[in-house]
């Protein structure tokens, strides 16, 4: 995907900013925009949010995404189950997901994981260091040992989640509790990478680290060229076979 440009869907709830002063006065734009502004002029990138028709996820959406960014809280029931199945298909086929913050607990993930997605949480404006487990992961590149956050809400382990296939980031709270908060994981030919760091109340998508890390992220989790396994059954066998008496 280096000599390519990466199509990005950027989806965003966009609940929070339109009906809380506090976000609206953080993200007047939407998170969305933010997290746009931090992946550069390398992708092209369309936005889509809940209260768009068919959540602006529409199949000629879908098949010119390369990697779908997800950010949702507190309407995680309104997502169409039509269209859930949509991008886990798509996911299957090799679209890159990336899932950040309380997306942990959207339907797709769920999906994806086949686990509740649980865990423990807290606001109290604590802070958080995200240390970097595998450095030489494309995802840590040019992020340093740590990333440290003066505030953020706190999740706890134990998050319910199958093992990673690979456990990049964990996070430290300053109330004591560690969280796995950045997890690779493959489903069919996609790529996916969970990010714990983005409440709403907190200006972390201008983070130039939380930034970096969702930008390596997303050229991670591009696809690569492949063909689609073939499953099923009566597949024409590459050899001969002798009939048997």
Same mark, same amino acid.
């Given at each position: 995907?280096?000599?390519?440009?990466?199509?990005?869907?950027?989806?965003?709830?966009?609940?929070?900013e339109? +009906?809380?002063?506090?976000v609206?006065?953080?993200?007047?734009?939407?998170? +969305?925009?933010a997290?746009?502004?931090?992946l550069g002029?390398? !992708?092209?990138?369309?936005?889509?949010?809940?209260?768009?028709?068919?959540h602006?996820?529409?199949?000629?959406?879908?098949s010119?995404t390369?990697?779908?960014?997800?950010?949702? +809280?507190?309407?995680?029931?309104?997502?169409?189950?039509?269209?859930?199945?949509?991008v886990?298909? #798509?996911? *299957?086929?090799?679209?890159?997901? =990336?899932? *950040? &913050?309380?997306? &942990?607990?959207?339907? =797709?993930?769920?999906?994806?994981?086949?686990?509740? !997605?649980?865990?423990?949480?807290?606001?109290?404006d604590?802070?958080?260091? =995200?240390?970097?487990?595998?450095?030489?992961?494309?995802?840590?590149e040019?992020?340093?040992? %740590?990333?440290?956050?003066?505030?953020?809400?706190?999740?706890?382990?134990?998050?319910?989640?199958?093992? /990673?296939?690979?456990?990049?980031?964990?996070?430290?709270?300053?109330?004591?509790?560690?969280?796995?908060?950045?997890? !690779?994981?493959?489903?069919?030919?996609g790529?996916?990478?969970?990010?714990?760091?983005? &409440?709403?109340?907190? /200006?972390t998508? %201008?983070?130039?680290?939380? #930034?970096?890390?969702?930008?390596?992220?997303?050229?991670?989790?591009?696809?690569?060229?492949?063909?689609?396994?073939?499953?099923? &059954?009566?597949?024409?066998?590459?050899? /001969?076979?002798?009939?048997?008496n």
């Amino acid at each position: 995907m280096s000599n390519k440009r990466i199509k990005v869907t950027i989806w965003n709830e966009f609940r929070h900013e339109k +009906h809380n002063d506090s976000v609206a006065a953080i993200y007047p734009q939407g998170m +969305h925009t933010a997290i746009a502004e931090g992946l550069g002029s390398d !992708c092209d990138i369309t936005f889509a949010t809940l209260d768009d028709a068919e959540h602006g996820l529409t199949e000629a959406v879908l098949s010119e995404t390369d990697v779908l960014t997800w950010w949702g +809280h507190g309407a995680h029931d309104e997502v169409s189950d039509e269209i859930v199945e949509c991008v886990y298909n #798509r996911v *299957l086929r090799g679209m890159g997901l =990336i899932v *950040l &913050h309380s997306g &942990h607990f959207s339907k =797709i993930f769920k999906k994806l994981m086949g686990t509740s !997605c649980d865990l423990k949480w807290r606001e109290a404006d604590e802070k958080e260091r =995200i240390w970097v487990v595998k450095p030489g992961h494309p995802i840590a590149e040019g992020i340093g040992e %740590y990333i440290e956050l003066p505030q953020e809400e706190m999740y706890g382990e134990h998050f319910d989640i199958p093992e /990673p296939d690979e456990l990049v980031m964990v996070s430290w709270f300053e109330g004591g509790e560690v969280f796995r908060s950045g997890c !690779c994981y493959t489903r069919g030919l996609g790529k996916i990478f969970y990010f714990r760091p983005g &409440h709403e109340t907190y /200006p972390t998508y %201008y983070n130039p680290q939380v #930034r970096k890390v969702i930008s390596n992220a997303v050229n991670w989790a591009a696809p690569v060229k492949a063909d689609y396994p073939r499953y099923g &059954h009566a597949v024409p066998s590459l050899e /001969p076979i002798k009939e048997k008496n």
